[in-house]
């Protein structure tokens, strides 16, 4: 069994600021670690992933997250954010072809 | 790259009424799932299929079912909706190889 556990529920933050977005698993296993964020009203869409290779994988829109094995920790970050970076992110892991999935993170961005 | 259509975006039912939402996929890929997405609580697999006619349970079957007669879509299914199934449904589909879900753009379901 696995499971994901992101430790913030809202992250506000300002515009141009860094963000940082916390995301801890628990599997017996090796696994596969993802972001995907929801913008208002769509559907989630992939921000990256770590399948194997290197531990820090870079994804869209200047995002980018570090898998740490010891920590069984998958955060992810952005230098700078844009207004149109509010959205929900959420982190979800998988050790076959069942993703299991985080409560979810409310950025939002303000001006 | 794949695309997932539900072919409802917005419901609104009645408690007892029966339900059926649609999701249907262009890839032809085998394995589909279906999400309920709730505040506070994330995306929960209600249940997935490998294959047409294959079907499995995901963490929160009851109230459901489903259907895969085709392999591009793939129906869930409220037998008599409760107040307690109010929320948003998520479709995915599994692209082979790459272990990622592509998702349509949710279904929001109302039972009143």
């Known amino acids: 069994a696995q499971s994901v556990t992101q430790l913030d529920s809202q992250v506000p933050v300002f515009e141009e600021a860094p963000v940082e977005l916390r995301c801890n698993y628990s599997?017996?296993?090796?696994?596969?670690l993802f972001w995907y964020v929801q913008y208002p009203n769509q559907g989630l869409q992939l921000l990256l992933k770590y399948l194997s290779g290197s531990t820090l994988v870079k994804g869209i829109n200047g995002f980018e997250a570090e898998f740490n094995k010891s920590q069984t920790s998958f955060h992810l970050r952005k230098p700078s954010v844009h207004i149109s970076d509010t959205a929900e992110y959420f982190c979800?892991?998988?050790?076959?072809?069942?993703?299991?999935f985080g409560a979810g993170t409310t950025v939002t961005v303000r001006a | 790259d794949v695309k997932v259509t539900q072919s409802s975006r917005y419901l609104v039912k009645r408690t007892g009424e029966k339900v059926f939402l649609e999701c249907v996929q262009d890839?032809?890929?085998?394995?589909m799932f279906w999400y309920r997405q709730d505040p506070g609580l994330g995306l929960r697999l209600i249940y997935f299929?490998?294959?047409?006619?294959?079907?499995e349970k995901g963490d929160i079957p009851e109230g459901y079912s489903v259907s895969r007669e085709k392999k591009e879509r793939f129906s869930l299914i409220l037998e008599s909706a409760s107040t307690n199934q109010t929320s948003m449904y998520l479709c995915?589909?599994?692209?082979?190889?790459?272990?990622?879900?592509?998702f349509g753009a949710g279904s929001r379901l109302t039972v009143l």
């Open positions: 890839m032809d890929h085998e394995n």
């Open positions: 979800a892991v998988s050790n076959d072809y069942k993703l299991s």
């Open positions: 995915a589909s599994r692209t082979p190889g790459a272990n990622v879900l592509t």
């Open positions: 299929s490998y294959d047409v006619k294959m079907k």
């Open positions: 599997s017996s296993v090796s696994v596969y």
